[in-house]
């Protein structure tokens, strides 16, 4: 089974940087998408970026566009969410998801994604 493992989460001062990592077990890294999520207490999961594993196409939402950055590495296995300039609104847990298929920007909605790992927690301090 795919198995996603989504790390680097914490406490940061606003206008800091993170830089999410997700782990990828028994996915094949060349084809499909990956993308990230986060949900804040109270409020509806949103999409915040995804990236095409085949062709590095990227998709952002337009809250984080222009502040974060999604980069995957095949060799590893592993997708990167650069995180910078945060803010408090940036505070939630930040799930990574995969789908075999691509979705393009409705990937952002979850569609065809198949597999969710557990999140991490990113908190902004003000």
């Known amino acids: 089974d795919v198995q996603l493992q989504a790390s680097g989460g914490g406490l940061v001062q606003v206008g800091g940087s993170l830089r999410l990592s997700c782990a990828a077990s028994e996915f094949t890294f060349d084809e499909g998408q990956i993308a990230w999520f986060r949900q804040a207490p109270g409020k509806e999961r949103e999409g915040v970026s995804s990236?095409?594993?085949?062709?590095?196409?990227?998709y952002y939402s337009d809250s984080v566009k222009g502040r974060f950055t999604i980069s995957i590495d095949n060799h590893k296995a592993t997708v990167y969410l650069q995180m910078n300039s945060l803010k408090p609104e940036d505070t939630a847990v930040y799930y990574c998801?995969?789908?075999?298929?691509?979705?393009?920007?409705?990937?952002?909605?979850?569609?065809?994604?198949?597999?969710w790992g557990k999140g991490t927690q990113v908190t902004v301090s003000s």
């Open positions: 998801a995969a789908g075999l298929g691509n979705s393009g920007s409705y990937s952002l909605r979850g569609y065809g994604m198949s597999y």
């Open positions: 990236i095409s594993a085949s062709d590095g196409v990227t």
